[in-house]
């Protein structure tokens, strides 16, 4: 079973920023694989936010975070990253990640189970 360990959530005012990260769980190596970012808030479905291709040369981002949260990854750390910029209190959710499909300019999950996820809190 594929799962990821999300972190670096937290609580942060509006217009403040946070980095959230993806390890891959032990023995498997995501290098090959596209990885999305989802969020789910409160009494809300869960949503695509960004996601990456293998090669880095694809990104996909929700209307609602372009321009404002970045995707990355580090191959040699099996990690990927959401850097998030002036947040805002809609942003507020539990952040996910999994290995995705990318479909036009949507992330579709493919085979990863979901993992806990890391909360992000945005508020004054």
């Known amino acids: 079973q594929v799962q990821f360990v999300e972190s670096g959530g937290g609580l942060v005012q509006p217009g403040g920023s946070l980095r959230l990260s993806c390890a891959a769980s032990a023995g498997f190596t995501l290098e090959h694989y596209a990885i999305g970012w989802f969020r789910q808030a409160p009494g809300k479905e869960r949503e695509g936010v960004s996601c990456?291709?293998?090669?880095?040369?694809?990104?996909n981002y929700a209307d609602s975070v372009k321009g404002r949260f970045t995707i990355s990854r580090d191959n040699a750390k099996n990690t990927v990253y959401l850097q998030m910029n002036s947040l805002k209190p809609e942003d507020t959710a539990v952040y996910y990640c999994a290995t995705v499909f990318l479909y036009g300019s949507r992330c579709l999950r493919t085979f990863s189970s979901w993992g806990q996820g890391t909360q992000v809190t945005v508020s004054s």
């Open positions: 990456i291709s293998s090669s880095e040369d694809t990104t």
